[in-house]
T-cell receptor
């Protein structure tokens, strides 16, 4: 039973470049979440999918950020025209809505982005 | 608005002793879920324990238990018989709604150090 995987694990880019991250959820999970975590803080919610539908986006998610989950399986998060303030750990999580359990979110190892 | 407060930036505990990590929350919803996650230095968020707002008994998972005091809006994590491998950041999180999907709101975390 494989967990959530993310690729790449580390990304260094120059300001103004575009970057794309990939998340593969646990295989039977229908919900997928993206969070961002800066140093010394807890994760902050970015966006959430149920199957292929994007159900919620944070106001933190500027127009430079876009996320997709085209076939309800893996997801991509793209950041256009990166800024130094985008430097953070980007975490992906997945969950399965199954009663009576808790819809617990299981996290991947994260992608650490550094914008120079 | 939802808010999670963890007032202990750092805690020390002697190996084999028990430790309590504090978490208070604020929500106007009657239905919500509370979670604790562990984040070792490797960065991955590891799910530890869940408490639903309507659960009458405090949750337990092995050496982890959750001291849920609904009237005080607190959900403290108790780790019994601390081990060196318990040294990590610990995050309390809340999701509004019961047994349904949705974003997690995280606290700022507590860094636990276990001394041999």
């Amino acid at each position: 039973d494989t967990g959530v995987s993310q690729d790449p694990r580390h990304k260094i880019t120059k300001r103004g470049q575009n970057v794309t991250f990939r998340c593969d959820p646990i295989s039977e999970h229908n919900r997928l979440y993206w969070y961002r975590q800066t140093l010394g803080q807890g994760p902050e919610f970015l966006t959430y999918f149920q199957n292929e539908a994007q159900l919620e986006k944070s106001r933190l998610l500027s127009d430079r950020f876009s996320a997709e989950r085209p076939k309800g399986s893996f997801s991509t998060l793209e950041i256009q025209r990166t800024e130094q303030g985008d430097s953070a750990m980007y975490l992906c999580a997945s969950s399965l809505n199954s009663r009576p359990r808790t819809d617990t979110q299981y996290f991947g190892p994260g992608t650490r982005l550094t914008v120079l | 608005a939802q808010k999670i407060t963890q007032t202990q930036p750092g805690m020390f505990v002697q190996e084999k002793e028990a430790v309590t990590l504090d978490c208070t929350y604020d929500t106007s919803d009657q239905s919500y879920g509370l979670f604790w996650y562990k984040q070792p230095s490797s960065g991955e968020m590891i799910f530890l324990i869940y408490q639903g707002s309507y659960d009458e008994q405090n949750a337990t998972e092995g050496r982890y238990s959750l001291n849920f005091q609904k009237a005080r809006k607190s959900a403290n994590l108790v780790i019994s018989a601390s081990q060196l491998g318990d040294s990590a950041m610990y995050f309390c999180a809340m999701r509004e709604g019961y047994n349904q999907g949705g974003k997690l709101i995280f606290g700022q975390g507590t860094e636990l150090s276990v001394k041999p």
